[in-house]
């Protein structure tokens, strides 16, 4: 996971989306998509069922999974092919560790930002008045996160529902929400640099190098390690079971310790980003009424951390390799390690990728204030995308490389 700073943010960047300037910087994006993200073709499909929304007048929320950093490029490369700018809601980190010039340019592609941790309610309106009233549809990643995994959707928060269901109830033309899937896979074999992160992965914990195991059982092996060392961190000695089941158990003792520290009472059923950032909020509150020398702050910034690590382990299902032991998949799971365990900024890209982003057909959005009817919604869209995913991955055969054999029972 990429290191965010976490607290107040210093100021709000509003949309500047500017045709013209989408046209300019056409081919500075084209470059970043080919040589930061080494994607080189993108196929859309469904794009009638967006072009029917746009041509009845109605207000459009697109709300795609987040697998990755790409994800920006593949929906304007979309937009490009339905000659439809699109409306972004950012999440303010994005902005504050970006240039000035860079933000610019986001801003000109219809991105504006947004305290995920607060209640932006300044983000909030002008999503609403987006919907509401302008010509081209608001983007908004439901999952909240890039937790690289490209083939299943982590749940929805329920804040695109939100915001689409508030603008219907006082917009002038009906209001849908457009689910959305995309899914990359690798035409170059990125498994020579795979081994070469493993490797390097292995020597930093101190381990002997396993060339003579598959890189599927070096990956969980790595993962064993690494959830008893940081059990043994925090309980005092490592767990034996299921690892899938360990991570949850960890994550939840961390969050119960957190909850009860800070005073904060949990609604039965919240999912863990959810969890998380009711009590980010908390901390960062406390964060902004100390001093920046106070030592005080120092036990609350070690819960900002303990938050982060629940963000961590929370982007790894414990069967996602296993599961579906893709190449994609294994990149992926490397990807997070090389960013989670060997402190990379963002996780290197191994081989030339394509991507598929599909639209499904959308949904009309109730004119009503029923929280259930939100949460309802928002359920509805997690399983479309993901089928939607799933219906790629259909007819997506899977490539396994030599170094990584299908396992079962991990």
């Known amino acids: 996971m990429n290191r965010q700073p976490f607290e107040t943010p210093p100021q709000w960047w509003p949309p500047k989306l500017s045709p013209f300037m989408i046209r300019v910087w056409r081919s500075l994006r084209r470059y970043q998509q080919i040589r930061q993200h080494r994607l080189l073709d993108i196929d859309v499909r469904g794009a009638e069922h967006l072009q029917a929304a746009l041509a009845a007048g109605q207000g459009v929320v697109i709300t795609p999974n987040h697998s990755s950093h790409a994800d920006s490029y593949v929906l304007y490369h ?33 991105c504006f930002s947004v305290d995920r941790e607060g209640t932006d309610m300044r983000a909030f309106k002008q999503a609403v008045e987006i919907v509401q009233q302008r010509p081209h549809p608001l983007v908004i990643f439901p999952e909240g996160e890039v937790y690289h995994l490209n083939e299943r959707i982590t749940p929805f928060r329920e804040g695109a529902a939100a915001i689409a269901m508030t603008a219907a109830r006082k917009a002038e033309r009906p209001i849908t929400v457009v689910p959305c899937a995309i899914h990359y896979k690798y ?15 292995e020597e930093q914990i101190s381990w002997r190098v396993r060339t003579d195991l598959s890189l599927h059982d070096r990956i969980y092996r790595f993962a064993d390690g690494m959830i008893a060392l940081k059990e043994v961190e925090y309980l005092g000695r490592s767990r034996s079971g299921p690892l899938a089941e360990r991570v949850a158990d960890l994550s939840d ?37 100390l001093d920046k020398t106070d030592s005080a702050r120092e036990p609350l910034v070690h819960d900002m951390d303990d938050l982060f690590l629940v963000v961590q382990m929370f982007s790894y299902p414990g069967n996602y390799v296993s599961e579906r032991p893709s190449i994609e998949r294994i990149a992926e799971t490397i990807d997070k390690f090389e960013e989670d365990f060997l402190n990379a900024p963002s996780a290197g890209i191994r081989g030339t990728r394509n991507a598929v982003v599909t639209f499904g057909d959308p949904l009309p959005v109730p004119v009503t204030r029923d929280r259930a009817t939100g949460a309802e919604l928002t359920r509805q869209l997690e399983v479309r995308v993901q089928r939607l995913m799933d219906e790629t991955l259909a007819a997506t055969p899977v490539e396994i490389s030599g170094q990584c054999p299908v396992a079962s029972g991990q």
């Open 187 to 201: 035409q170059t074999d990125p498994t020579p640099e795979l081994l070469q992160v493993m490797r390097r992965l």
């Open 78 to 110: 979309a937009a490009e092919v339905l000659a439809c700018p699109l409306y972004f809601m950012t999440a303010w980190q994005v902005f504050g560790m970006s240039s000035r010039l860079e933000s610019l340019v986001m801003q000109h592609h219809g």
């Open 253 to 289: 003792i961390i969050l119960q310790r957190l909850a009860e520290r800070h005073g904060v009472e949990e609604p039965e059923g919240l999912i863990i980003p959810e969890r998380v950032k009711n009590l980010r909020r908390q901390v960062i509150s406390r964060l902004d009424e």
